[in-house]
Each structure stands twice: as C-alpha cells, then as structure tokens.
C-alpha cells in the first residue's frame, strides 16, 4: 500500500465580522479568511495530496449570510482536483440543521459534508472515522465510540472537535481522551478547535486556524501537511504557513537612557509591514523626552502597518531634571510641572494617584513639546 497524504485543517471561521477592529484593516481579514480555501488547495497540490480534512468550524456561527456560504461552496469547488471532507464544529455544529440543508443541496461533487458519526473508506485502504459536534457543547467525548469501531484494516484516521483539556466554561464532559489515537487504534487524529498548532502525541494533532484572529498565536495561520506511510506508522506531520497576514505582540523593555526610538525601531519588520498586524507593549521606565520620541516613532512607522498599536500603560516615567526644564525653567508651569512630579514619587499616595500624576505630567509636556515645534 502506497503512503496517503492529506492536508488537516481546521476553524476557517468564514464569515467572522471583525466587528471591533477598524474599518480599513477589518475588511481585509475577512477577505483573508476567504481566500485561504485557494491557499489551502495550494498547499494540497504542493504536498502531492488531494484531500483537505477540514476538523470543524469551517463557519464563525450556526447562521453565515447566504454570500458567505454559498461564495465558500464556489472556491472549493473550483478547485476540482482537490477533495475537501467538511466536519461540522462547536460553532457551526449540526444543530444548525437549516444551514447544512441549504449546504448540503449545493454541494459541488468534489466537496463531502459529513453530518453523522462513523467509517468512511476515503481512498482504497484509507478509512476515516469522524465525530461532528452534535451542539456546541455536546456534553460528552464524541470520539468515545471510535474505540470499538469496526477495523476492516488499512490506515485509520480520526476527524473531530474538540479540545483535550477543559478551558473557561468548557463542560469537562466534552474533553476528549488526549490518547484517542493510541486507544481506538488510530494512525492519526485530526483535531479542531485551538486556534494555534499544537502537537498532543506523535498520532494527534491541532493544525491551528489558516487565518491568526488575534495576538495569542503569533505568526501567520498554518494547515498540517500529513503523510502516512502505512497502517501503525508514525505519521510524518509538517506545518505549513499560508496565512495572510503576520500577528506580532512583542515587548519593548526600557530604560532611562536609552534611545528610545532606535529600540523601537529594531524590532519593527524590515518588509511586509502591510501584511502585518502589531501590538508593541512598552515597559520598564523612561524619561518624559524619551516618551515622547518613542511615541513620535510609533506613529511614524504606523500607517506602514496593516494595523499597528504601541500600548505604553505599563511604561513607567520618570522625569529627569531636563526634562522639566523644558517645561519652564521658573513659573507657574514649572511649579505645576514639579508639583505633578513630587505627587508621582510621592509612596504615601495611592498607586492610581500616582499614576495619574505621572501621566499629566506627561500630558503637560506633550502639550508644551507641540506648541513649541
């Protein structure tokens, strides 16, 4: 029997609105988001495979607009060669019966709805044993029954969604066994629902989401190219970046001293800046001036950015004696200027008083630093 190879999948989450992010940069991911079917069918092509198993959430909700089913239906099936395996996930789970009705009337040939758990021979020799998500929280491992399935032999691989350890509110009866794979005799077990890839055992894997959705998975989205050898062969697993966009959140930790507009600058991408969201998170301690020139670098280089923020509020300042003197050397807005300072040092005050001094008086010498240029 010759190797199988295929490209796992999973959490497309066509169709999320981005609804809290600004409007030129949020039209964009949702086109992103789209356009990974046609990079996911690359990647098929570039593996030598013509599967993509896709392990849940292929939609953001139970209740996508008819553009962006009926548009995600079209892109898969223009990609003839390429056979695509949909599993219904938490967010799009069977429950949705309307939607996977209307689905599945305008299936293209090459695209496979699976709406009910069991076997399924995928290729000769090739049999995959799926678990839809019955709800969103179905309250039970649906992977269980995989364990006394039916072995007519060849290369067996799980397809479900799920997580393998409780999280939040998750209902702990909805985890499922991280040794599914081993126990029901599995060569690999395709898994959904973490957005970022993670490797559980050498037979079970995340792939994480094709498209980044925020800043705790870093990077660009990724699919699994997957090659098994043979029936009880450790499977040959690689990540395959294919997202868009580039999600960097990086710590840019100060000193008085430092410069800090050549600091921030080190860590800015040389290329790509268009295609990459960023979130600088400045610590440590600074000076008013020194404040002031890495704020005037971060909203020079922004609108490079496909999206860019420079979150300071961990930034702790600290007003050396130039710096006030460029307040005023004598006067009411100096005696302001030492006064906010004296209260920003002060220990005796609480920390939200003394973070309050400390950011007018950044606000004073922002303000006077403007009026003088």
């Known amino acids: ?52 198993l896709v392990a849940g959430d292929i939609f953001d909700s139970e209740t996508p607009s008819d553009p962006v089913w009926r548009q995600a239906l079209a892109a898969m099936g223009a990609e003839g060669d390429i056979r695509w395996r949909l599993l219904p996930g938490n967010h799009d789970s069977l429950a949705a019966e309307a939607l996977w009705d209307r689905v599945e009337r305008r299936l293209p040939e090459n695209v496979h709805l699976i709406r009910e758990a069991g076997t399924q021979e995928i290729a000769p020799g090739v049999h995959l044993l799926a678990a839809p998500a019955t709800r969103r929280h179905p309250g039970r491992d649906l992977t269980e029954w995989m364990d006394a399935a039916e072995d007519p032999g060849g290369i067996r691989i799980g397809l479900a969604h799920g997580g393998v350890t409780e999280f939040g509110d998750d209902d702990p009866r909805d985890v499922i066994a991280p040794d599914r794979a081993e126990r029901a005799g599995l060569d690999y077990l395709a898994l959904g629902d973490w957005h970022g890839g993670v490797r559980i055992t050498p037979r079970t894997w995340y792939p994480g989401a094709p498209e980044r959705d925020g800043f705790r998975h870093a990077g660009r989205g990724e699919c699994l190219a997957v090659t098994i050898p043979a029936r009880g062969a450790i499977p040959e697993v690689t990540p395959v970046p294919i997202g868009a966009f580039a999600w960097r959140d990086v710590e840019l930790s100060l000193l008085p001293g430092m410069d800090t507009a050549a ?14 969201l960023m979130r600088v998170r400045a610590t440590g301690r600074a000076g008013l001036a020194e404040r002031e020139a890495l704020l005037a670098c971060a909203e020079r280089h922004a609108p490079e950015f496909g999206w860019f923020e420079l979150d300071d509020a961990a930034l702790a300042l600290e007003a050396a004696p130039g710096d006030l003197d460029e307040i005023d050397r004598a006067g009411a807005l100096r005696a302001a200027a030492d006064a906010l300072d004296a209260q920003s040092r002060d220990e005796a005050r609480s920390a939200d008083d003394r973070d309050v001094a400390r950011a007018a008086l950044a606000r004073l010498f922002g303000v006077l630093r403007d009026d003088a240029a």
């Open 1 to 52: 029997m010759t190797a199988f190879r295929f490209i796992h999948a999973s959490d497309l989450h066509l169709g999320r609105r981005f609804s809290t992010w600004p409007e030129e940069i949020r039209g964009r991911l949702q086109e992103a988001r789209h356009a990974s079917l046609a990079r996911l069918a690359a990647a098929a092509r570039a593996h030598g495979a013509t599967e993509v």
């Open 263 to 276: 600091e921030l600058e080190r860590l800015l991408p040389p290329a790509e800046r268009r295609e990459t």
